[in-house]
């Protein structure tokens, strides 16, 4: 057995991102972080077809592989019908939903509706295996949601966590902003395990400096915060996020920035922006052979008006069902995408030959214009070549990179974490010994 504190569990795990980030592997260009995933889960509610599961076993092995609702998962763990093991590192990306509680008939505070059902899972999970380190991601709109109570979602998190025990930082990053080939904001969400009685009197200094996300995704205070501070402000803005969830879910609302830190119930946030000396990779890196790109993923010359129309500016007179007429107005996308910039965010619905204002469309040599195609949506997101070629279809390829991470990304934070546990780094990235 490995005596290094590297063991993962992983939920949600798509097909690997985060796995690739903590392992490394030679064809994505990652040497290893240290850490080793002994436990996954990852299951779609909707599909027969379970294909991202399948794409993971394929690339990483069944092993400690679970392809089932986590719901059922944790009813079996807390009846005792199955165990989960050590971990030292719970990972995960979640879809942002709604956290709102109730008082239940035992005063107890309950889900409200179904909506906020996974995040209370990685809560079961968490109680059940109090690890060390804990690595989420989300959306960049958590922080804002739900639009009529903005910040009560992401209190909702951090009052759980920090009643758990852990010290909990965030970071709004674009990975653009870290001179990777697409421009996709997440928030990054890391805890440690340190206790209500650990000592914490320099939220600033940890924001910009000593937190395990000021060192992976450097960043320095937004010049009006950086202002603020200098005029008197010793600290940055903060707030206590009440320790009853149902008076936080029908009371709390606040503004939180990009980045910002969680202790004993007292959140402080700063504006920051981000800080990269770098190279600064573009669309035009990702791109494949012209002669290797097949011609369905052309488009169709009779096609180009509705493609035009649908990425350009617009404002109009529109009908609802109802009968009830309002003014429709959008701005224009670039038409066609420029592959000198880092990419637009990669979406599930980028397949498919229908005309769309949100798929990424380039000029080919040829005087063509054309879709891309699943190995570069893998390659915008710093995964190997095919990754997802597993059987899957382009529709399935697709939306399996519109829901991953970006990987490189991840493995900056997964080498920071790495440092904090007291991991050594492999030779060899674990991932490409399988």
């Known amino acids: 057995m ?3 504190p590297n063991r993962v569990a992983e939920l949600f795990a798509g097909v690997g991102g985060f796995r690739l980030a903590l392992e490394g592997r030679a064809s994505a260009g990652l040497p290893s972080a240290g850490w080793r995933v002994v436990w996954s889960n990852q299951w779609e509610p909707q599909p027969r077809r379970q294909d991202a599961s399948q794409c993971y076993v394929t690339r990483f092995g069944p092993e400690g592989h679970v392809n089932d609702d986590i719901r059922l998962v944790m009813d079996a763990v807390e009846s005792g019908k199955l165990s989960l093991p050590d971990v030292d590192l719970v990972v995960g990306g979640f ?5 709102s509680v109730a008082r239940a008939l035992s005063q107890a ?7 906020g059902v996974l995040w209370w899972e990685i809560l079961r999970f968490l109680r059940v295996t109090s690890p060390r380190f804990i690595l989420l991601e989300n959306v960049d709109r ?3 949601s739900p639009a009529h109570q903005r910040g009560r979602d992401f209190g909702m998190m951090l009052r759980c966590l920090s009643d758990l025990g ?3 930082e965030w970071r709004v990053a674009n990975a653009a902003d870290y001179g990777f080939p697409q421009r996709r904001r997440r928030t990054f969400i890391v805890g440690q395990l340190v206790g209500a009685n650990t000592p914490f009197d320099d939220a600033r200094h940890f924001l910009l400096r000593s937190g395990v996300l000021a060192n992976a995704l450097p960043a320095g205070a937004d010049e009006s915060a950086y202002q603020q501070v200098h005029l008197g402000l010793a600290t940055p803005p903060s707030c206590v996020l009440p320790s009853d969830l149902v008076e936080l879910s029908n009371t709390f609302r606040y503004e939180f920035e990009n980045a910002g830190v969680v202790h004993s119930g007292r959140a402080w946030t700063l504006k920051v922006r981000p800080i990269h000396d770098g190279a600064h990779a573009v669309l035009g890196d990702v791109l ?3 002669t290797d790109v097949t011609d369905d993923f052309f488009v169709a010359e009779q096609q180009l008006p509705q493609w035009r129309y649908l990425k350009g500016a617009k404002r109009e007179e529109r009908t609802a069902g109802n009968g009830f007429r309002y003014l429709y107005s959008e701005g224009a996308l670039p038409f066609p995408d420029r592959v000198d910039l880092p990419s637009r965010t990669v979406l599930t619905g980028e397949a498919g030959s229908s005309p769309s204002r949100f798929k990424h469309l380039i000029a080919a040599s040829n005087g063509r214009f ?5 190995k570069e949506l893998e390659r915008l997101n710093g995964f190997p070549d095919d990754w997802t070629a597993t059987g899957m279809s382009e529709g399935r390829r697709a939306f399996c990179m519109g829901n991953a991470l970006v990987v490189g990304l991840v493995h900056r934070i997964a080498r920071q974490l790495a440092a904090r546990a007291g991991v050594q780094a492999l030779r060899e990235p674990y991932a490409a010994t399988r």
């Open 288 to 290: 494949v052979n012209e």
């Open 142 to 144: 958590l922080l804002k």
């Open 95 to 99: 879809p942002c939903q709604d956290y």
């Open 109 to 115: 505070a309950g889900i409200q509706g179904k909506k």
């Open 370 to 374: 054309r879709r891309l195609t699943p």
């Open 2 to 4: 490995n005596s290094q």
């Open 166 to 168: 852990y010290l909990t």
